[in-house]
């Protein structure tokens, strides 16, 4: 009977089996990257870049028709005209807390309960992950890893791509406190004949969220108290803008008292989703209120809106000098079209600069990395990717190298065995 068990178990698993990636070794040689189309970020271009690296930091960037380089000592890539981005960063992800959605065992995604700012979404981080091998094979190499459920969802963390484990992974721990705010429409369910209603407890359950940011203040402020209470000290930290404090919302009311809510307690607010907050994007950027985006690749939510609204809303932000970085849908297989949901936006009016700054420099100032990494500057990481076309470009993009923190990272993945496995039977079918 064990036997038999054993092979039932086997072959469950058997499908999802792969070899596994390791992580790449510590650079041991000075890198040159000659002759590439260099985006560094902020919005500078050079079109004929030199980009040296070593020991894990970036110690040169020029242009190569002024700035000569001996090659000797140095591992060369001459890159004849490919491009080259800051590693792309993807904000609000469950990358490394889902490997399977239908398979419940394999998401942790969420604690239960309303309150949780104490979960902390980097314990349950995998780093073996088989989907990140797949998002960072098109330049996303850092990630912010966010828990999901409840009023208050927990702590996020922000992690590179190629590690042994959460510890190793880790860009900046616990960088802010997630919470949804109340919607003023409920969903019903089918055995209420669907649609959505107005949502009677939306005061209700602003005065809970109130109450218990009023309490966990208190005990901030309190000195030592005899018995910690961990959902009141994982707050701490927000109320002195230590770290930030992400919000959920959409509707352009719900943004406007949430300004007022963030006054109201101290908070280093950066508002995601925001679907109408382009209604009010003169007082974010007075403010200097961060907005992590919904997906651009998106419907608009209300009968009178125009049809690309979710397309021309970064355009709207850039034009108000709103700080934005985009998203991808909360699944993580998804993050590796982030560069893609940019493109869209630049078709419909943004800055293709811009639309690179979203990715890469702005999130970083968002998350409080940018002091490491997001642009390509001397003396940060060398967290970076070469590809032969545009990004922005779904039929050009390819990345052909990738290094986080210098180390040259393994582009393969299960995607690309499945690919290239295909490829070789069809082939060798089309032969006989």
Not at 56 to 62: A, D
Not at 170 to 199: A, H, L, T
Not at 406 to 416: P, T, Y
Not at 417 to 428: D, I
């Amino acid at each position: 009977m064990k036997i038999f068990q054993l092979l039932a178990l086997w072959c469950c698993i058997a499908p999802y089996t792969i070899a596994q990636i390791t992580p790449a070794e510590k650079q041991s040689k000075p890198i040159l990257l000659l002759n590439g189309v260099a985006h560094i970020g902020n919005g500078t271009v050079i079109e004929n870049s030199v980009i040296v690296f070593d020991n894990g930091k970036i110690t040169m960037v020029g242009d190569a028709t002024t700035t000569k380089v001996e090659k000797e000592g140095y591992q060369v890539y001459e890159l004849n005209g490919a491009h080259v981005y800051p590693g792309l960063i993807a904000p609000n992800t469950n990358l490394g807390l889902i490997e399977v959605e239908a398979v419940r065992a394999t998401n942790d995604t969420r604690e239960v309960g309303s309150f949780n700012p104490n979960v902390r979404s980097i314990i349950a981080y995998n780093a073996d992950s088989q989907v990140t091998p797949t998002v960072r094979s098109n330049g996303v190499l850092i990630a912010q890893v966010v828990p999901s459920g409840g009023r208050i969802m927990g702590t996020s963390s922000v992690v590179q791509l190629d590690a042994w484990n959460y510890e190793d992974a880790i860009v900046k721990e616990d960088d802010g406190v997630w919470m949804n705010w109340p919607s003023r429409w409920r969903y019903k369910g089918f055995w209420e004949g669907g649609g959505v209603d107005e949502n009677k407890k939306y005061e209700e359950s602003i005065t809970a969220l109130e109450q218990f940011m009023t309490e966990a203040q208190a005990y901030c402020k309190g000195g030592t108290p005899k018995i910690t209470n961990l959902k009141f000290k994982a707050m701490c930290a927000c109320f002195d803008k230590t770290v930030n404090t992400y919000i959920n919302a959409n509707q352009v009311k719900d943004v406007i008292r949430i300004i007022d809510f963030a006054e109201q307690f101290n908070l280093q607010l950066v508002l995601v989703g925001g679907r109408d907050a382009h209604m009010i994007s003169d007082v974010l950027a007075d403010k200097n209120i961060p907005v992590i985006l919904r997906p651009v690749h998106n419907l608009p939510a209300k009968a009178d809106d125009p049809i690309d609204l979710p397309f021309t809303t970064p355009a709207v932000f850039q034009k108000a000098g709103v700080v934005f970085a985009f998203s991808t849908p909360n699944f993580s297989g998804d993050t590796r079209n982030l560069p893609f949901h940019a493109g869209t936006a630049v078709a419909n009016g943004l800055d293709a600069e811009a639309a690179i700054q979203a990715m890469t420099l702005n999130p970083a100032k968002i998350l409080g990395i940018d002091n490491k990494v997001g642009s390509i500057e001397k003396g940060k990481a060398a967290t970076l990717f070469v590809s032969k076309g545009d990004i922005l470009e779904i039929t050009s993009h390819q990345v052909d190298y990738a290094f986080i923190d210098g180390r040259a990272i393994d582009l393969s993945n299960k995607q690309v065995e499945l690919y290239e496995k295909f490829m070789k039977k069809y082939e060798l079918s089309s032969e006989k």
